[in-house]
């Protein structure tokens, strides 16, 4: 049987030209996590991929505050 690891894609590097909105989350995350810009973005990326995945499923996207309201997300 075949490791997880091996089954994984190898990884790749990107070249790309972030808005300036994307430059100033990333860098926000940044200084709020204390990742990486490279983290950050890896898990951005995974977490919009999750959420399509859940949303092409028929699913809405949530968020509950701590008063318990709720709000749908909307991703154009």
Known sequence: MA???SRLPANERYSVTLVPPAV???N???EATGL???DV???AVQ???FLEERMGEG???V???PDGEYERVHIV
């Open 3 to 5: 490791s997880v690891k």
């Open 24 to 26: 100033e989350a990333i």
């Open 28 to 30: 926000k995350l940044v």
């Open 36 to 38: 990486t810009k490279t």
């Open 41 to 43: 973005i890896n898990r």
């Open 47 to 49: 977490v919009y991929a």
């Open 59 to 61: 699913n809405d996207v």
């Open 63 to 65: 968020l509950r505050s």
